[in-house]
């Protein structure tokens, strides 16, 4: 079964959490707000740490907000640690740092935004309340004043997150106008907390999704990572589809709901993506596994790895549908789309690799390969081998119980090769018998393109028959080399 995220209690049972939560909070705290109160200011825990706990969920790092400005939050710290630091001055954020415990206090904010991008202009605010106002959801619009632990709850967010709903503070057209980013945090917490969408914030998600035009490819990355490392990815990657997000972000995406007519029958790409993606994270390891969950390469190879069939439908003669090549089309497109979305290269890499290997295995079940064959697909597939296997087991939805587990067995197959493959020869780090400096003594010939042929001559060689013995190389190389002087 695919992992999702637990279900909230009910409000009772918060309500009552509540009462005595606060009296756990690590005794510093209680040393840095009196430090705050006795300079005459506010202090208050805010965000996502409060929600969390509520949750049942613990952090070691604390985000506060208080009526103090930036200035004065930097003195009041450094009386409590000296290991201070100010990176978020400019929007009123000082950092700081007590043995194990990491906080971060801002002042009170009531941003106003240029309406052409993202970036907020500072301005800081005078009250708690204002601040939670200016906050995503009612569920991260929660705070606990300290040292008194007074609870504070404007905005219901105690009753929408017992009631697993994510809802904006203000109306939000206004919120997703201010900061659009916030649709895709949206979209987001659907997948990490399992919560739903409010019909209401939907809504104005779906108008404003142009909005999220503005928004910086890294920022948006950062939320899409976030998401498809949550426990219920399907329902975060619904949410960007229905609400039309992804037509801005990842439009290869619900591009995959291809139109199936009576005549020409095919599987239907957008669900039997989503499924796939559920699959793989089933079959993600614990952290001592070859793949531990959650794995983000894994995910995303998932979730792309057929984007390559739209562009190659084709409707065959007798009511078929095929998508030759897909695989490399859809590498392509992969490659394309993460460096638009700013993924780092050995991430982009990756992922594009397995896309563009992922239907290598079919064809195994109907014709058992030669070892020559395993070894191909092992060094092809490289570091990614693993998450080959994943994908490729993944890969498997059809709802023939048969064909599913036909193509299983020939997929256990395959890996009991290859781990004994792996037991007769080094399969894993496959070389030729002979490397460049003996290639060079035995041809008598300096570097260059000649020895890089030579090279790769051999290799075939090995990978077609399996080790061979320097002597056996030598004299393969020898004869390669006469035919091609002939």
Do not use: C
Request: hydrophobic residues 40%.
């Amino acid at each position: 079964m695919t992992r999702r995220a637990p279900a909230p209690p009910p409000l009772d049972v918060l309500r009552r959490r509540a009462a005595g939560l606060w009296a756990a909070l690590p005794p510093e705290v209680a040393t840095l707000a009196e430090s705050f109160a006795a300079a005459g200011h506010e202090l208050a825990l805010v965000g996502g740490p409060v929600r969390d706990a509520f949750l049942g969920r613990s952090s070691a790092d604390l985000d506060f907000a208080t009526s103090a400005r930036p200035d004065e939050i930097e003195r009041l710290l450094k009386g409590w640690t000296r290991a201070t630091w100010d990176m978020g001055r400019e929007f009123g954020t000082i950092g700081g740092r007590r043995g194990e415990l990491v906080v971060e206090i801002t002042t009170y904010r009531a941003d106003e935004y240029d309406g052409e991008s993202r970036k907020p202009v500072v301005a800081f605010g005078h009250s708690l309340e204002g601040d939670l106002a200016r906050r995503d959801f009612t569920v991260n619009a929660m705070a606990v004043r300290v040292p008194s632990l007074e609870f504070v709850d404007p905005f219901g967010g105690l009753a929408d997150l017992a009631g697993g709903l994510l809802r904006t503070p203000i109306d939000p057209h206004v919120s997703f106008g201010d900061d659009p980013l916030r649709m895709m945090r949206a979209a987001r917490f659907a997948a990490q907390l399992g919560f739903e969408i409010e019909p209401g914030t939907f809504a104005a998600m779906s108008e404003m999704a142009a909005r999220l035009d503005i928004v910086s490819a890294e920022r948006v990355r950062d939320e899409l990572v976030k998401l498809m490392l949550g426990p219920d990815v399907r329902a975060g990657l619904g949410a960007l589809v229905d609400s039309g997000l992804a037509d801005r972000v990842l439009p290869e995406l619900p591009a995959l709901r291809l139109e199936v007519d009576e005549h020409h029958h095919h599987k239907d790409v957008y669900e039997h993506t989503l499924t796939v993606v559920e699959q793989a994270i089933d079959l993600e390891t614990g952290p001592d596994g070859p793949v531990p969950g959650p794995d983000l390469i894994l995910r995303l190879a998932s979730l792309l790895h057929d984007i390559g069939k739209p562009p190659t439908k084709r409707l065959e003669p007798g009511g078929g549908v095929s998508f030759h090549h897909h695989e490399v089309v859809g590498a392509k497109m992969t490659a394309k789309r993460m460096k638009a979305l700013r993924f780092d290269k050995d991430t982009i890499k990756a992922v594009q690799h397995l896309v563009s290997l992922h239907l290598r295995f079919h064809g195994y079940a109907d014709a058992r390969w030669s070892d020559s064959a395993v070894r191909r697909y092992v060094v092809d597939a490289g570091d990614q081998l693993e998450r080959l296997h994943r994908l490729t087991r993944a890969d498997v939805t059809t709802r023939n119980r048969r064909k599913a587990d036909r193509l299983s067995f020939a997929y256990d197959d395959l890996e009991h090769r290859i781990a004994e493959l792996r037991e007769q020869e080094e399969v894993d780090a496959i070389r030729p018998d002979l490397d460049g400096t003996q290639i060079m003594a035995i041809l008598e010939i300096p570097p260059g393109r000649e020895v890089g042929a030579a090279y790769k001559h051999l290799l075939e060689l090995r990978m077609e028959h399996g080790p061979l013995g320097e002597e056996r190389a030598e004299a393969e190389l020898r004869d390669w080399w006469k035919a091609r002087q002939a």
